[in-house]
């Protein structure tokens, strides 16, 4: 196990509030991942980082931001959630198993957007 | 644009009987591939992978193959058990990771 924490697991929160998820890993990787899953969609990057206070943007950023202030730790805010951030989200760290790399995520969280 | 693509959403396969995923990519420059497992209520789990410089790899029941030329990677599993039923991810790698929407596998006792 990558010693990887995601919490909530379950989120339910209004339109128009802010909603932080946080991820939290045990063993010093220096690249996370956010994450959201949908259906016909798959896994698409939200943003990740690639060291404290280094972040940047995936694939489908609008209306997310993140910050990593240290290694452990990377957080995912919505800043005013809206129907559409409705989704499962994952995060995730980058494991170098030679020649290549490769993702271990964690468990997810369901977030609803009411 | 899309970059890797699963065309098939769902997959029904009778157990014993082989299940085959596949993948279409885009870019002949990805030099890594992987297959991701997923069961409900978890995260996504690592699989198994293939190079680019290798048309195959087996692991057991499972087995990758590669078609460089056709940009398609497959998925064998062989026997398929109820255990199996699970949502299959593509995965592949260059400068950055790219994920294919996923195919849902029942395998029915």
């Known amino acids: 196990d990558a010693g990887i924490t995601q919490s909530p697991r379950h989120k339910v929160t209004e339109t128009g509030t802010p909603v932080t998820l946080r991820c939290h890993q045990t063993?010093?990787?220096?690249?996370m991942y956010w994450y959201r899953q949908d259906p016909g969609h798959g896994l698409r990057l939200i943003h990740y980082?690639?060291?404290?206070?280094?972040?940047d943007k995936g694939e489908v950023s609008d209306g997310y931001s993140v910050s990593r202030s240290k290694t452990e730790d990377f957080l995912l805010t919505l800043e005013s959630a809206t129907s559409s951030q409705t989704s499962v989200y994952f995060c995730?760290?980058?494991?170098?198993?030679?020649?290549?790399?490769?993702?271990?995520f964690g468990s997810g969280t369901r977030l609803t957007v009411v | 644009d899309q970059q890797v693509k699963q065309n098939s959403p769902s997959l029904s396969v009778q157990e014993g009987r082989i299940s085959i995923l596949n993948c279409d990519y885009t870019?002949?420059?990805?030099?890594?591939f992987l297959w991701y497992k997923k069961y409900p209520a978890e995260g996504p789990t690592f699989l198994i992978s293939?190079?680019?410089?290798?048309d195959k790899n087996e692991d057991g029941r499972f087995t990758v193959f590669l078609n460089k030329s056709a940009k398609h990677l497959s998925l064998h599993i062989v026997p398929s058990q109820p255990g199996d039923s699970a949502v299959y991810f593509c995965?592949?790698?260059?400068?950055?990771?790219?994920f294919g929407t996923g195919t849902s596998l029942t395998v029915i006792p």
């Open positions: 995730a760290i980058s494991v170098w198993w030679g020649p290549s790399y490769g993702y271990t």
């Open positions: 063993e010093n990787h220096r690249y």
């Open positions: 980082s690639y060291g404290v206070k280094d972040t």
């Open positions: 870019n002949s420059m990805f030099d890594y």
């Open positions: 293939i190079s680019s410089i290798k």
């Open positions: 995965a592949v790698t260059g400068n950055q990771f790219y």
